[in-house]
């Protein structure tokens, strides 16, 4: 949009007037945020409107994408940068005598999400929205987002994030638009007269679901779409609950039913089998998809070609519950015949797998899911029944392969197998991890159905974590090769040609240094450590979790702890060891990990024999809006999970385009990051795919043996259990259990001699500042690929099906 800092400054101080009845020179900071939040609906809202009616009006197909997460970070910077203001905006309120930057900073960070699947929702909704993709989202409306990290005496601590505490200004209460959901009960099929069978639920508890509505602005190009987010809410009794008898039966069933947009659950690794999970992936699914058909309906269009106006995404399992709730909606609701509905729901879903790892493979207990979900459990019970006819012919009495394959089976329900016979798309996020997926983990189904297979690696906006993160770099890409980039990533490759230029190289490590100041001072407020700008910032920033390896990292410090301690004048480069990671709040020993790298820090930081060569520091409560402030100060990007089991990471991509160096081994997007920047511009440790999966086939390896072969490791491990690092004695013998007796499942002791020698390695090309400021340079302009504008195209022309639209 277009608009003068005259007409905006005018804008501003009516709104203010309206909403507080002040002056903006009376008013607040937090005042300011609302007025500033509240204007900017207003601007968005009209362009919103076209858009909703645009593509009712041309009936272009939508892509609904659903998911359990969606994990925006804050949204006033960005709306302002899409609609194309942001500066104007930033001009009219310093000449007012305000600061954007601080009005910016009174925002929540929404946490509807825990980590990659959440955030890579969140990047193709700005991706869709800017790429002029009709597509929208929906998901939860929960209460508490992940919960606020807080580190006490080492140990992680969570606090409830009550993020709606105050107003959420993007989001719009669309009343009219609720619909019922409907749990437990009965259900069966009764004869008719013709000998048909009638579908019967009966004594079901209704919930309502309200949708909330938060808009999506596409950068710079009129496109508004819209995020559906669901909220639990008791819908109006009239008859059945009277009088004061009944007040306490009233108030366990609104306890009941608002719980279940209360709050996420705060584990990204394994699978929580509570009803309550349950009920919150059917709510949203129901509710999104009653209004999906009653929209279409409206429009006019026959019901018999939704897949030709609607695709709906299954962003993992958590949505699978779609299926046979298109299903039910087509055949119960609509009269339709089985086989035209399932004709119609393949067509419509499609799916993403996003890992490999099994203890988070969704599978349902048969009692817990009927009971529930009575009617949806029969339906899947007829696809499953017509599954097996399929394997049958296929198998013949190779009953062990068909129950190997079946939905039901073993007393579960099984998701994912759900979703690949329930979809005509079934893809991994990255190349690696998609040839996992058809050689091992999903072998059969690839046999079975070979065309559904396919990969979209993942991407990140490079608006939120490049253009907001670190306007300088965003700047002097503009100087040196123009403003395309910022429309077409890719023509960030431009940038390649200055990567010798020394000019160019020395404002590259200038804008990194000015990043760095940036954080140091951060850091120093918050945990109150003096941290040198001069040296290597190495940042490890993720969830925690043992297949990530944070404790790969922490015992290599340990290991220079002891090279220094051992010889006094250990010469190495000075380094600042960053960490910031959420715990699932059930997962024992990646707490136990928090807690030591905390007391190395505590240790390591306080040491004079150290002289400052090194310092640890870990930030807590790891959120998108501490990672816009990490990532642009990263000089080494940490991304060492054991090879195979990250199945893209997307923060490795975030480094990289912000002039990082990806120290990985080749797991996930890191093998591509490879492709794309060549060996000479990344260090690569580790083992191979083939070691590990020889090793996994073998039952492991012996990491006793290392341990008794390898000196470094038996000092670094003792130090563990024998009182040296001070503060740790359960937790490091816990680590040592794990590493020595359970036999190191991550292989972190096997890979520990390589990630040494990387390391070093790195170190050395730090040195020389002409190699190093020319890797950071072949980072940057290699990083346009993982735009995820450049994936939601993949997506929409091999997946949904869908046509851009630009009017
Ligand atoms: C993550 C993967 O672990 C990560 O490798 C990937 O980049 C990200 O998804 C986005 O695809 N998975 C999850 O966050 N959660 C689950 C259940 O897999």
Redesign the pocket.
């Known amino acids: 949009m277009i608009i003068t800092k005259e007409q905006f400054k005018k804008d501003f101080e009516k709104k203010m007037l309206k909403l507080y009845a002040q002056e903006v020179e009376d008013s607040t900071v937090h005042m300011q945020y609302f007025t500033l939040g509240y204007l900017m609906k207003e601007y968005i809202s009209e362009g919103w409107a076209k858009t909703t009616n645009r593509y009712t009006k041309y009936g272009e197909k939508q892509v609904y994408y659903f998911s359990i997460e969606f994990l925006l970070g804050r949204l006033l910077a960005s709306n302002l940068l899409n609609l194309g203001i942001r500066n104007t905006v930033s001009d009219a309120l310093k000449d007012m005598g305000l600061s954007l930057k601080e009005i910016e900073d009174v925002e929540v960070d929404p946490g509807l999400g825990?980590?990659?699947?959440?955030?890579?929702a969140a990047c193709f909704m700005d991706s869709m929205a800017s790429s002029g993709i009709p597509g929208n989202g929906n998901g939860i409306r929960y209460k508490y987002g992940l919960f606020q990290q807080k580190i006490v005496d080492g140990y992680q601590v969570e606090l409830p994030e009550n993020w709606l505490r105050d107003d959420n200004v993007w989001e719009i209460r669309k009343s009219d638009k609720a619909v019922k959901v409907k749990f437990y009960g009965d259900a069966w099929m009764k004869p008719r007269e013709d000998g048909s069978l009638e579908p019967i639920h009966t004594d079901y508890q209704e919930v309502l679901a309200v949708p909330y509505d938060t808009a999506l602005v596409g950068y710079e190009n009129k496109t508004v779409n819209t995020l559906r987010l669901w909220n639990a809410e008791v819908p109006n009794y009239t008859d059945d609950i009277q009088g004061e008898l009944n007040f306490n039966k009233v108030l366990l069933n609104k306890r009941e039913i608002e719980s279940i947009s209360e709050v996420l659950y705060p584990d990204?690794?394994h699978h929580e089998g509570r009803v309550l999970r349950l009920k919150q992936e059917y709510f949203f699914v129901s509710a999104g998809l009653q209004s999906i058909v009653a929209q279409h309906k409206d429009a006019g269009h026959p019901l018999s070609e939704l897949h030709n106006y609607v695709a709906v995404h299954i962003n993992?399992t958590?949505p699978a519950v779609a299926i046979p709730e298109l299903m039910r909606i087509l055949m119960d609701e609509e009269g339709m015949e089985w086989a035209e509905a399932w004709h119609i729901t393949q067509n419509t879903m499609s799916y993403?797998n996003?890992?490999i790892?099994s203890e988070?493979l969704e599978k349902w207990q048969i009692d817990l899911f009927k009971e529930l979900l009575p009617r949806i459990y029969l339906i899947i019970g007829e696809i499953d029944r017509r599954f097996r006819e399929i394997l049958s012919s296929k198998f013949g009495e190779d009953q062990n392969q068909i129950e190997k394959m079946a939905i039901i089976s073993g007393g579960y329900v099984r998701m994912a197998h759900l979703c690949i016979h329930g979809t005509h798309s079934v893809n991994g996020?990255?190349k690696l991890?998609t040839e996992l997926l058809k050689s091992q983990e999903l072998r059969d189904f690839y046999m079975l159905y070979p065309y559904k297979f396919n990969n979209k690696t993942?991407g990140i906006t490079h608006r939120r974590w490049l253009m907001l993160a670190n306007p300088e770099l965003s700047d002097l890409l503009d100087e040196t090769i123009g403003n395309s980039w910022r429309r077409n990533p890719q023509d960030l490759k431009l940038f390649k040609k200055y990567k010798r230029d020394p000019e160019i190289q020395k404002k590259v490590e200038q804008i990194k240094r000015n990043n760095k100041e940036k954080l140091a001072a951060y850091i120093k407020e918050k945990n109150g450590i003096i941290v040198d700008p001069n040296s290597i910032f190495d940042v490890h920033v993720k969830?925690l979790h043992a297949y990530k390896r944070q404790l790969l990292n922490a015992l290599h410090i340990l290991h220079q702890y002891h090279e220094i301690l051992e010889n006094p004048n250990f010469e190495m480069l000075p380094k600042t060891y960053i960490f910031a990671a959420k715990a699932a709040p059930g997962y024992y020993f990646a707490k136990e990990i928090i807690k030591f790298i905390n007391a190395l820090a505590e240790q390591i930081n306080n040491d004079p024999r150290v002289e400052d060569r090194i310092k640890i520091v870990f930030l807590e409560n790891y959120s998108v809006t501490l990672a816009e402030q990490i990532i642009p100060a990263s000089e080494v990007s940490e991304q060492i999970?054991t090879t195979t089991k990250?199945?893209?990471?997307?923060s490795n991509m975030k480094f990289m385009m912000n002039g990082a160096v990806t120290l990985a081994t080749l797991d996930?997007?890191n093998v591509e990051i490879l492709e794309e920047v060549g060996h000479p511009n990344i260090v690569i440790f580790g083992m191979t795919e083939k070691e590990v999966l020889n090793y996994y086939r073998n039952g492991g390896y012996n990491s006793r043996e290392i341990y008794e072969s390898d000196a470094r490791v038996k000092r670094v491990l003792d130090s563990l259990t024998n009182g040296f690092i001070k503060g740790i004695q359960v937790e490091g013998q816990d680590i040592f259990k794990n590493l020595i007796d359970y036999n190191d499942e991550f292989f972190v002791l096997k890979d520990f001699d390589s990630y040494v020698a990387a390391q070093k390695k790195m170190e050395d090309l730090y040195r020389d500042r002409f190699t190093w400021n020319k890797m950071s340079i072949e980072n940057i302009s290699s990083s346009g690929v993982f735009s995820s504008d450049v994936t939601v195209m993949q997506y929409a022309s091999g997946v949904w099906d869908t046509r851009i639209i630009e009017r």
């Open positions: 825990n980590g990659g699947l959440g955030r890579l990204d690794s993992d958590h993403t996003h890992t790892m988070a996020v990255a991890h993942n969830r999970s990250e199945a893209s990471g997307t996930g997007a």
